[in-house]
């Protein structure tokens, strides 16, 4: 099993960047590929960014690819969201999750463990 914190959200202007971080407990984080989602009031969780176990293959949304990075250190069992040029439709309270399968997935409900989620809000 894996505690996941996440941190780092805040509010921004539009244009602004802020980066997550996602702190996992235990000692098998290298095991688990890693996914960042969000969720806008009066919407569904969705799917932003997610890296394989290893680091070496990256996904992302259509919405945020220019803009987002993902990354992880395994050494410090951290995964990272870099956010830039943020706009104010990216304002939603971000989730991090770890799941045990074998590839990457985009699927909220493939994800096993999950954080509390951190506000990110982003002004116009």
């Known amino acids: 099993q894996v505690q996941l914190v996440e941190s780092g959200g805040g509010l921004v202007q539009a244009g602004g960047s802020l980066r997550l971080s996602c702190a996992a407990s235990?000692?098998?984080?290298?095991?688990?590929?890693m996914g960042w989602f969000r969720q806008a009031p009066g919407k569904e969780r969705d799917f932003v960014a997610a890296?394989?176990?290893?680091?070496?293959?990256?996904s992302y949304a259509d919405s945020v690819k220019g803009r987002f990075t993902i990354s992880r250190d395994n050494a410090k069992n951290t995964v990272y969201l870099q956010m830039n040029s943020l706009k104010p439709e990216d304002t939603a309270v971000y989730y991090c999750?770890?799941?045990?399968?074998?590839?990457?997935?985009?699927?909220?409900?493939?994800?096993?463990?999950w954080g509390q989620g951190t506000q990110v809000t982003v002004s116009s």
């Open positions: 999750a770890a799941d045990r399968r074998g590839g990457i997935n985009i699927a909220y409900s493939a994800y096993d463990y």
């Open positions: 235990g000692r098998t984080f290298s095991s688990y590929n």
């Open positions: 890296i394989h176990r290893s680091g070496g293959s990256t």
